[in-house]
Structures are given as structure tokens and as C-alpha cells.
């Protein structure tokens, strides 16, 4: 069990330009979380995917925002046209199904800063 | 939807002593409680939860209780370490009842430090 993994740990980009985060869950887990975190503030929920199928996305989510898990293993956010108010620590969880499927394991995070 | 409130926002202690946190939350058909410890610089890490068919649990020295019908739990820290001092966040999920997939619903977090 290596624990949940996320790339990169940062990154720095221009207002208006795209960027790419990947994260590869604990294996075997087959429900994948994506949150938002602002400073001072606890994580918020954006998107969930029970292997491949992206079950539910939250509202904070805008059209900007895409997120894919196209094998049921890794996942990308990819956020376009960044904008400064996009800047925030983005973190992936995930989990099993089953008996204490409820329970989530978070990566370390990609901290986004948008200049 | 889920309202996760927690207090205090801050809490200092003295290496030893015990802390306490508290969280209330909204929605009574959440029935999975997690509480999460975030070190600067990481992702949060799971330290304790408990479900809504028990009232307590304890794992060496932490502890979680949870009060249903007024919608509040708390964590309890004892003995602290200077090695506890971070963020500690809690939570609330339905569990994947009524659709809700999962999907956690957050406190504000405690920045709490243990003064050696």
C-alpha cells in the first residue's frame, strides 16, 4: 500500500493558461475523490468517480473545470483558463467499496498558484 | 446540504494536557464522522472516525464522541506531545445513503499547538 499519490506537488502558471494534475489512488480502490482547499479553510468537495463513471459534480465546479478517470485507475483535473481565484491546494482521495468503503485516504495535494 | 461548524478555531495547551474539539453538523442523515490531522505542506491525514451506531471510540490516546440526537461530536486529545500541534479538521458524510456518493462535508479546522 503506497498511499495515494499526486503530480505535481506544485505548480506555478499565468492567468489564462491550462494546467494538468494527476493523481493515482491507493490500488485496488475504485472510488476516487477530487476537493479544493483555500488557506484557512477545510477541503471542498469537487467531483467523485466509482471507477470510470464520474458520479457526481459538485456546483464549485464550473465549465473551466474537467475532470477524468478513463481506466478506473488514475485521474486528471485539468482546469482551463486559469484564473487567480483558482489558486488553492487541490487533493485527491480515495477509498474502498465494501465494509469501511466510507473511509477516505488523501494524497499529499498539488498546491495551484495562478499569477 | 451537510453544515459542518467546529470550535474552537484556535487552541493552545500545555504539553500534557488534554484538548478538546468540537464539531456540529446539520443534515441527520449523515452517519460517518472522520477526523483528519493536516500537518503544513500535506494532505490530511485520517487519525480517527467512528459511525453513527456507536457513541464512542478510542484508540490509544484519542478519542471521538458522537451525540446523534443533537447532532454534535467531538475529539478529545489527552497526554498531548508537541508532536500533535497542526490542524486537525473534522467531517461528515452520509455514506453513500440517499445518493450522496460519499462526499465529505468539512469543518473549518482547529489550529491547535501543544507548548512544550
Known amino acids: 500500500d503506497t498511499g495515494v499519490s499526486q503530480n505535481p506537488r506544485h505548480k506555478i502558471t499565468k492567468r489564462g493558461q491550462n494546467v494538468t494534475f494527476r493523481c493515482d489512488p491507493i490500488?485496488?480502490?475504485?472510488?476516487l475523490y477530487w476537493y479544493r482547499q483555500t488557506l484557512g479553510q477545510g477541503p471542498e468537495f469537487l467531483t467523485y468517480f466509482q471507477n470510470e463513471a464520474q458520479l457526481e459534480k459538485s456546483r464549485l465546479l464550473s465549465d473551466r473545470f474537467s475532470a477524468e478517470r478513463p481506466k478506473g485507475s488514475f485521474s486528471t483535473l485539468e482546469i482551463q483558463r486559469t484564473e487567480q481565484g483558482d489558486s488553492a491546494m487541490y487533493l485527491c482521495?480515495?477509498?474502498?467499496?465494501?465494509?469501511?468503503?466510507?473511509?477516505?485516504?488523501f494524497g499529499p495535494g498539488t498546491r495551484l498558484t495562478v499569477l | 446540504g451537510e453544515n459542518v461548524e467546529q470550535h474552537p478555531s484556535t487552541l493552545s495547551v500545555q504539553e500534557g494536557d488534554s484538548a478538546v474539539i468540537k464539531c456540529t453538523y446539520s443534515?441527520?442523515?449523515?452517519?460517518?464522522f472522520p477526523w483528519y490531522k493536516q500537518e503544513l505542506g500535506k494532505g490530511p491525514q485520517l487519525i480517527i472516525d467512528i459511525r453513527s451506531n456507536v457513541g464512542e471510540k478510542k484508540d490509544q490516546r484519542i478519542a471521538v464522541t458522537l451525540n446523534k440526537t443533537a447532532k454534535h461530536f467531538s475529539l478529545h486529545i489527552t497526554e498531548t506531545q508537541p508532536e500533535d500541534s497542526a490542524v486537525y479538521f473534522c467531517a461528515a458524510s452520509r455514506g453513500g445513503s440517499g445518493g450522496s456518493n460519499y462526499k465529505l462535508t468539512f469543518g473549518k479546522g482547529t489550529l491547535l499547538t501543544v507548548n512544550p
Open positions: 482521495a480515495s477509498s474502498s467499496t465494501g465494509r469501511g468503503g466510507d473511509t477516505q485516504y
Open positions: 490500488s485496488e480502490h475504485n472510488r
Open positions: 443534515d441527520s442523515a449523515s452517519n460517518y
